[in-house]
């Protein structure tokens, strides 16, 4: 074999230029938002790459501690010797002035935050840009909506790209496939590649004659041309990506004979026409922060309309409760809401508080007065059988802490009364506080001094027993709720306007707190359990968050 070729049997076996890099990123699921619906599978493209002989660095669901340290590797072997692919998908936002690729641990980033809990898309546009005319760089784009603040917008919006990138998007599985197959197979340019990718848009560099890796092996001369329709091909990459009406209309408004312009006419007529798509849009440009989205779920709720949680994201669950009650409302049942749909959620759910609160304080006053009847007729008297008699109807009355403390002398005095062997008994099945310690007290006492609270200890835990397994779902269902001591301490501080006698404002939820959310419960006919679920958390706080 001639020195001559050899040097062309090396050239054609090597894969693609010394030092071609890859960044790989799929970001499915979030800590704090939704999971994107149609996984991307970009990892998938890892071995291809590795294969075509790039040196690959991946990774998937990564926070943005470990995000930010695998684009600092690429960053340091990126010396403009190579090609470079970047490819990542996940969730995105844009402002005025960035756009940003979220770790998998943001938690409703806003303008100030973003920029801690992210990576820049022009970070990684700057970085490719050192491989000019042999820079690809793939965003996978997702049509769920991730919770942000203020100043921030879900999905992409403009970004400059550096000269000789090519820049591809679309949705996460074609972007995906794509990376892993397009992109690896030798001889094609990145815009033949993207002939056969209808739902992929090619932005930037895009020299249809210029294979991304040559069919021989050999590093073709690469001299990017000028694109004269570059920005406006940028320009309409972005309109895609927003794909709502205004987007549209501006891109026509600045490009009127625009070579997307027949294009962009189509998407408008075709918004139009569905109606859905409006709607969306329409609720989109609202930019409703998550507190608003709250608003709107526990206006649902009071309404009956169950959001199946109160959590500021607009799932199924809320979209199906919206969806009922704008059919309910005689409006088109999109399941998206309009600002004026809003104002008449908010003042249906705020007329609806009022009525509820209104039953209720009729309901109260009713107890009230049987209560207070009943204990003229038994616990006012003063005497033990009586106060027992009131405290056995009305547990949780309002004399019952009175009842409880006036029973206090003939306990002590029955002590004092009652034979040494009888306390001891009776002290000893305290001590235990089980059920079948107070029966062997009776058993061996079935007269004695304290055989009556005995009875009543047994009669309490049969009917805790009895209740047990929708007690402990009480308290699991008030555990999902995940109230904050703040919650909490709001929670006994409405209680204590409404008279109910919840002890400290602490933030505790003890034995006084319970029985006034039992108190409250009875008077609104919710289940009497003591434990706040959904309903009851959402109608006692309706005058404090609602309003």
Known sequence: MTRQSLAAFLLMSAPAWAGDLALVVGNDRYSNGPEIVDESGMLDAVKP???????????????????VDLV??????????????????????????????????????????????????????????????????????????????????????????????????GPTVDVSKFVAGSLTVRGHSVAAMLEGAPNLTGSGFMAPLVAFLPSDGTPS??????????????????????????????????FPEGIFADQANTQIERILAEPLLLAQAGEAAL????????????????????????????????????????????????????????????????????ELEEEARIRQEELERKDRAYWRASGKSGDEPGLRTYLEKYPDGV?????LARLQPFEEARRSAAAAQDRADWDAAVSVGSLAAYEGYLQANPQGAFAVQARTQIAE???????????????RNEQRLGLSSGTQRLVEDRLRALGLKPG???????????????????????????????????????DSVLR
């Open 49 to 67: 790459l590795e294969s075509a002989g790039f040196d690959v660095l991946s990774g998937a669901n990564m926070p943005v501690a470990e995000l």
């Open 72 to 169: 600092s590797q690429l960053n340091a072997k990126a010396d403009g010797t190579g090609r470079v692919i970047i490819a990542v998908t996940g969730h995105f936002a844009h402002s005025a002035t960035g756009n940003w690729l979220l770790g998998s641990d943001a938690q409703e980033p806003d303008l100030a935050t973003i920029h801690s809990q992210s990576i820049p898309i022009s970070t990684l546009l700057e970085i490719a840009g050192r491989a000019t005319g042999g820079a690809v760089v793939a965003l996978g784009v997702q049509a769920e909506t991730f919770p942000l603040g203020a100043g921030v917008t879900a999905s992409l919006g403009r970004y400059d790209i550096p000269q000789g990138v090519a820049v591809v998007t």
């Open 221 to 254: 001369p690469v001299v990017p041309k000028l694109d004269p329709d570059a920005k406006q091909k940028a320009f309409w990459s972005v309109t895609q990506e927003i794909g709502s009406q205004d987007s549209y209309e501006a891109y026509l408004e600045r």
């Open 287 to 354: 930019k409703l922060d998550r507190d608003k989205r709250r608003e709107i779920q526990r206006g649902l709720s009071l309404l009956e309309y169950d959001p199946k949680g109160i959590d500021g994201i607009l799932g199924k669950g809320s979209r199906a409760a919206i969806a009922k009650w704008q059919e309910a409302n005689n409006e088109a049942a999109t399941s998206y809401l309009t600002l004026a749909q809003i104002e008449r959620l908010q003042a249906q759910a705020d007329r609806r508080s009022r």
């Open 399 to 403: 004399f019952a802490e009175i009842a």
């Open 461 to 475: 835990q049969e009917f805790e027993a009895k209740n047990a397994n929708a007690l402990r779902a009480a308290a």
């Open 504 to 542: 400290a404002v602490d933030g505790v939820f003890d034995e006084d707190t319970r029985r006034a959310v039992r108190r409250y419960q009875e008077a609104r006919q919710l289940p009497r359990t003591g434990y706040l679920d959904q309903k009851t958390l959402v109608r006692l706080l309706a």
